[in-house]
């Protein structure tokens, strides 16, 4: 039987559908793939696999490639920890925030990044509803990520602002979008491609139905080259296999400092000898990004 090689781009109910460049097949696994413990998801969204047609047209998935990096969430369950695979693969991360209508939730946003760090996927941030704040105002919001190292693209579905830019940032590439309700992101995306944020949030609504609903994971293909999966639900990504410890890793402008720190187990709070403590006295970090680490070391809501 003749085999191919594509990429999910959908996932339902144990069935896969796989883009080939020449056709979609819907696909199943093969059963050896399925035999022993499963410590987490076997095949998702964004892998590359390698697959045997059968007669009908479907397929039987033999082979997932390694992966070069993957957006998951690890779930607690009474047999032991198994890792849910939101998106393998992913190129970035674009995490869209309404400048205002709703406020922006920073804390929400530090929280996304540490996930970005945490699992080494670049981020984009996207400041959406400019039209709203003017652009000095938008600055003042996010200029500080921009100081971190992050793009920050100032945006507006209404007007149009950078629109353009933020469909090249998408072209080419696998990316996973995801953001608090009401910050445009499916406008946005119809604003890139029409129809591509209705299609997003119809997948978005049915995932959120229930937790006895089945869940449908999928990219859309953008007309130019390149994916977008939206990705709901991302604030239920715990940090609880962050240890605290390691916390400071994942702020781009603590890590710099922790060698500095007099004591190598320092918590950054109350410490002589703290580098961290002297970088914010000094003005070196932003006073909203260091107690946006406060509150996750401490396990408290943003």
């Not at 883009?19 to 093969?30: D, P």
């Not at 006895?212 to 953008?222: A, C, D, G, S």
């Not at 715990?238 to 916390?247: F, G, H, K, R, T």
Request: hydrophobic letters at 35%; one cysteine or more.
């Amino acid at each position: 039987m003749p085999t191919a090689r594509g990429l999910i781009v959908r996932t339902q109910s144990g069935f896969f559908t796989v883009e080939t460049g020449q056709g979609q097949y819907v696909c199943q696994l093969r059963g050896r793939l399925k035999q022993g413990p499963r410590l987490g998801d076997i095949a998702a969204l964004g892998d590359w696999v390698k697959f045997t047609i059968l007669d009908d047209g479907t397929g039987i998935i033999e082979e997932i490639e390694p992966r070069s990096r993957l957006l998951s969430r690890m779930d607690p369950r009474p047999q032991g920890e198994y890792e849910q695979i939101i998106i393998a693969n992913p190129d970035q991360i674009l995490f869209v925030f309404a400048c205002t209508q709703p406020e922006p939730r920073l804390g929400m946003l530090d929280r996304y990044l540490v996930i970005a760090e945490k699992q080494n996927i670049p981020a984009v941030v996207v400041a959406n509803k400019t039209d709203l704040t003017g652009m000095d105002k938008a600055r003042e919001i996010f200029s500080c990520y921009e100081e971190l190292g992050y793009p920050v693209l100032y945006v507006s579905a209404k007007t149009g602002l950078n629109v353009d830019e933020l469909h090249k940032q998408l072209i080419g590439k696998v990316s996973a979008l995801t953001g608090p309700s009401g910050a445009g992101k499916s406008s946005l995306l119809n604003a890139v491609q029409p129809g591509l944020g209705l299609a997003a949030s119809h997948v978005s609504r049915a995932t959120r139905k229930g937790r006895h609903t089945t869940v449908v994971r999928e990219m859309f293909p953008l007309k130019e080259g390149g994916y977008v999966a939206d990705t709901p639900g991302l604030k239920a990504l715990a940090l609880w296999d962050i240890e605290p410890e390691e916390l400071d890793a994942y702020f781009p402008e603590l890590r710099s400092l922790v060698s500095q720190c007099q004591f190598s187990d320092c918590t950054h709070v109350h410490e002589p000898g703290c580098a961290v403590l002297k970088a914010l006295e000094e003005g070196r970090i932003h006073p909203q990004r260091y107690e946006s680490y406060l509150r996750i070391r401490f396990g408290q809501e943003d």
